[in-house]
């Protein structure tokens, strides 16, 4: 049984918790967290879930997600999760989110990490996983048109690819100052 944090709109504890598996009353929200892991080449590491999963079942997604249980901040969140879903330890305690997206009932602080992994040492959670690959952002998008990848808002996806390696919604690397 898993039980979360309830937030407020302005994402502030209430003190009360919530069972997972029905629906939070109108005005009350919960924390989801996700993690996309880059490398070099600026492909996403995406697993497959579990057949017999509830939701989204055999369909691929981003490198890892889910809920915050009750006591954890989001960078907990993002750490358990990468630990629990693929066996990665990576310490995020330090690391603010590169976006929060929100949703009807919560708030989705989403990770974006630039690194090398080696897919054959990662250790899947049997539960959840049942498969690890890289992609790039056009095979992202292609398989979310075959219904095969969890389907994100489209414009979703170029976004995460976008925001790597960087903070903010600015561009900085497209302003050119010229000199009078």
């Given at each position: 049984?898993e039980?979360w944090?309830?937030y407020?709109?302005d994402r502030?504890?209430?003190?009360?918790?919530w069972?997972?598996?029905?629906?939070?009353p109108?005005?009350?929200y919960?924390?989801v967290?996700?993690?996309c892991?880059?490398?070099?080449k600026g492909e996403?590491?995406?697993?497959q879930?579990?057949?017999?999963?509830?939701?989204?079942?055999?369909m691929?997604?981003?490198?890892?997600?889910?809920s915050a249980t009750?006591?954890?901040?989001?960078?907990q969140?993002?750490m358990r999760e990468?630990e629990?879903?693929?066996g990665l330890k990576?310490?995020?305690?330090?690391?603010?989110p590169?976006?929060?997206v929100?949703?009807?009932?919560?708030f989705?602080d989403?990770?974006?990490?630039e690194?090398?992994?080696?897919l054959n040492?990662?250790?899947?959670?049997?539960s959840e996983?049942?498969a690890v690959?890289?992609?790039?952002?056009?095979?992202i998008?292609q398989?979310i048109q075959?219904?095969e990848?969890i389907p994100?808002h489209?414009?979703?996806?170029?976004?995460?690819?976008a925001m790597?390696g960087?903070?903010?919604?600015?561009?900085h690397?497209?302003?050119?100052?010229?000199?009078?």
């Amino acid at each position: 049984m898993e039980f979360w944090d309830v937030y407020t709109v302005d994402r502030e504890k209430t003190g009360r918790t919530w069972q997972r598996g029905s629906r939070l009353p109108e005005g009350e929200y919960h924390l989801v967290i996700h993690v996309c892991i880059f490398n070099q080449k600026g492909e996403m590491l995406i697993q497959q879930r579990q057949p017999f999963k509830d939701g989204w079942a055999n369909m691929w997604d981003i490198t890892v997600g889910g809920s915050a249980t009750v006591g954890d901040t989001s960078q907990q969140a993002a750490m358990r999760e990468l630990e629990e879903e693929i066996g990665l330890k990576l310490d995020l305690s330090q690391t603010r989110p590169h976006l929060t997206v929100n949703f009807d009932e919560g708030f989705d602080d989403i990770y974006l990490v630039e690194m090398e992994v080696d897919l054959n040492e990662l250790t899947l959670q049997e539960s959840e996983v049942q498969a690890v690959k890289w992609a790039d952002e056009a095979t992202i998008l292609q398989m979310i048109q075959q219904h095969e990848f969890i389907p994100y808002h489209t414009p979703m996806i170029p976004l995460l690819f976008a925001m790597r390696g960087q903070w903010g919604g600015i561009n900085h690397h497209a302003y050119v100052q010229v000199d009078k």
